[in-house]
T-cell receptor, first 109, second 114 residues
């Protein structure tokens, strides 16, 4: 099956700093999503981005499908950004997603 | 976006027993998915549940251990059978967002097996 690698595995920031999270995948995909899992376990969809660039407030994402990677940018980080960020990919029309191992982000005040 | 609820939110169970987890969506959806998240790990898809057909299980998961029902377009259940401590995990249901291709997740069920 398709492999998804995320980096870095852990990241510690001071409030106000910027960060870039990376997701590499091993095969062509037609579905790529970024999720944030908060400390209570809830998964929130951040972006559906199989290609191109999107922005939502302090967050933005870029996927370069031909080179099989996606980047998630977090600017002016806040303590509420803490949690695990997952990249998940899918192929075909069955909506099944394969998740990476995630990046654990800790934002300190 | 879809609003998803799960019951129970958490449970502590004894080895050898079974637990049924419910997933309710506020709108009709074609596909529902069940995932397992073991402690400190990523999410692994257990099965895909379509209304009116048998669930499709991923490699490593079998119907006898994780029977699934999908009686209508807004509801599904996952049963964890004959539990062992290795089944201690968060179990999450999700749905596809239809035309948006976004996937939405329920709040999860935290299961501890003693």
């Amino acid at each position: 099956g398709i492999q998804v690698e995320q980096s870095p595995p852990d990241l510690i920031l001071q409030e106000g700093a910027n960060s870039t999270l990376r997701c590499n995948f091993s095969d062509s995909v037609n579905n790529l999503q970024w999720f944030h899992q908060n400390p209570w376990g809830q998964l929130i969809n951040l972006f559906y981005i199989p290609s191109g660039t999107k922005q939502n407030g302090r967050l933005s994402a870029t996927t370069v499908a031909t080179e099989r990677y996606s980047l998630l940018y977090i600017s002016s980080s806040q303590t509420t950004d803490s949690g695990v960020y997952f990249c998940a990919v899918g192929r075909g029309s069955n909506y099944k997603l394969t998740f990476g191992k995630g990046t654990l982000l800790t934002v300190n005040p | 976006s879809a609003v998803i609820s799960q019951k129970p939110s958490r449970d502590i169970c004894q080895r050898g027993t079974s637990l049924t987890i419910q997933c309710q969506v506020d709108s009709q959806v074609t596909m529902m998915f069940w995932y397992r998240q073991q402690p400190g790990q990523s999410l692994t898809l257990i099965a895909t549940a379509n209304q009116g057909s048998e669930a499709t299980y991923e490699s490593g998961f079998v119907i006898d251990k994780f029977p699934i029902s999908r009686p209508n377009l807004t509801f599904s259940t996952l049963t964890v059978s004959n539990m062992s401590p290795e089944d201690s995990s968060i179990y999450l249901c999700s749905v596809d967002g239809g035309s948006t291709d976004t996937q939405y997740f329920g709040p999860g069920t935290r299961l501890t097996v003693l």
